[in-house]
DNA sequence: GTGTAGAAATACAGTACTGTACCTTATGTT
DNA sequence: AACATAAGGTACAGTACTGTATTTCTACAC
């Protein structure tokens, strides 16, 4: 039995663990399954699961979106708006300086915000899924990538070094967050001078790499 | 229709594709479900669907395996058989010299063989959903992280910048699977002197990186 | 109070899969 | 010929989902 309902009307329907009655919008649903998302990969999202989550039954989630295709193309869109967009807003830069450039990309990374490595991990898995989002995946490494290699460039080296080391600074990006690699500030502080030197090279010295303002907790440099 | 049949008992059942009725080992499935763990993730490793590729029912399936968590099990001997035992093989070894111990452990990689990048890809995945295989994923990243390391150490680098270019090393192999990229040999060729410089850095001139005999179709240096 | 729209429940139909118990067929051995 | 064994088939029971159609509840507007 249920325990008190509320004499006339009652403002709690029944008994939603928390506060006051705050019903479910399209964007909570979108959250929670981002979530599921970032931990357990797309073939974890299930409406079922999540309703379950939301004690409510599915019948609700057909309220706010069409199909489960409709959840999976909101959850593509919240990756590029997070993931992507940064990246596809310095595709036009003209007239850079290597090293602000290169510090500029690399901090898109260390702020992780908004860029979600999670989320980025994920939509990596989901692609090998998917003909078409592999094709938008790899297109989105092509441009990272890229970019880094113009910040090279601008440093002075050559093309093919500009090359590879772009794609050492990316490689290396990328694997440290499959690992979902964890280390103390203190350890990473530490280790900071030595990253940038190995990265970048004999060219350059300091290269101006400030630390996150506010947000020494995350990024690795 | 088949040709030949022979004239008594027929040796072959019905149709099965392939050559001489050649039945189904227990190997086969591991096999197959292997591919499929590779290409899709162990999501997609479903006795059903191994069932129809191989055009038997899944009552077969049962005879060779006890559940779909015995595959699971053989799959993960299997990974450590070929991705994790080369590496372990390497741990007690003492008195090395770094460029050949480098060498040694980057072969591992690049010969590709018995080495398979996919099948730690997919083990990888994998592991975000097992705590205890996520921990056990973690420990060979350790161990392999550290062998990179201990050659550093020997090729005279500092504690602290073997730490960190080992890092650099294995991430950003990582990194490469994970974007499963692929280049044409005669571009890695041009760009293979490159990585070894900015890779392994100021103190090392020539580190007798050779190519793989026989393989120079695979790996990256 | 009545109406309305947002939010959720209910009921139903169907698919894709795991697992289990038991049966059949082909083949090789003695 | 009788038998054992390896491989596979059949049938059933159950779970975990997706999707759809319809109905109920609740807050708020008037």
Not at 202 to 212: F, T
């Given at each position: 039995m249920k325990t008190e309902r509320s004499t006339?009307?009652?403002?709690?329907?029944?008994?939603?663990?928390?506060?006051?009655?705050q019903t479910l919008s399209r964007e909570a649903w979108l959250a929670a399954a981002r979530k599921v998302l970032e931990k357990r990969?797309?073939?974890?999202?299930k409406i079922d699961r999540l309703a379950r989550h939301f004690k409510v039954t599915r019948g609700s989630f057909y309220f706010h979106f069409s199909s489960l295709k409709d959840l999976h193309n909101e959850l593509l869109e919240e990756w590029r708006r997070i993931n992507c967009a940064p990246f596809e807003a310095m595709?036009?830069?003209?007239?850079?300086d290597g090293p602000k450039f290169f510090s500029k990309i690399v901090h898109v990374w260390v702020d992780e915000n908004p860029f979600s490595p999670l989320l980025d991990l994920a939509v990596r898995d989901w692609s090998r899924a998917s003909r078409a989002l592999s094709k938008e995946v790899a297109a989105m490494d092509d441009l990272r990538i890229s970019l880094l290699e113009r910040s090279f460039l601008a440093m002075g080296y050559s093309a093919d070094e500009s090359v590879v080391r772009a794609r050492i600074t990316y490689f290396h990006q990328i694997g440290y967050y499959a690992l979902s690699f964890k280390e103390d500030p203190a350890q990473r502080r530490r280790y900071r001078p030595i990253y940038v030197k190995a990265l970048l090279g004999?060219?350059?010295?300091?290269?101006?790499?400030?630390?996150?303002p506010g947000n020494e907790a995350t990024g690795r440099f």
């Open positions: 006339a009307r009652s403002p709690e329907k029944r008994d939603r663990g928390g506060a006051q009655r990969g797309i073939a974890e999202v595709r036009h830069e003209t007239d850079i004999p060219l350059v010295e300091e290269p101006g790499l400030r630390e996150a």
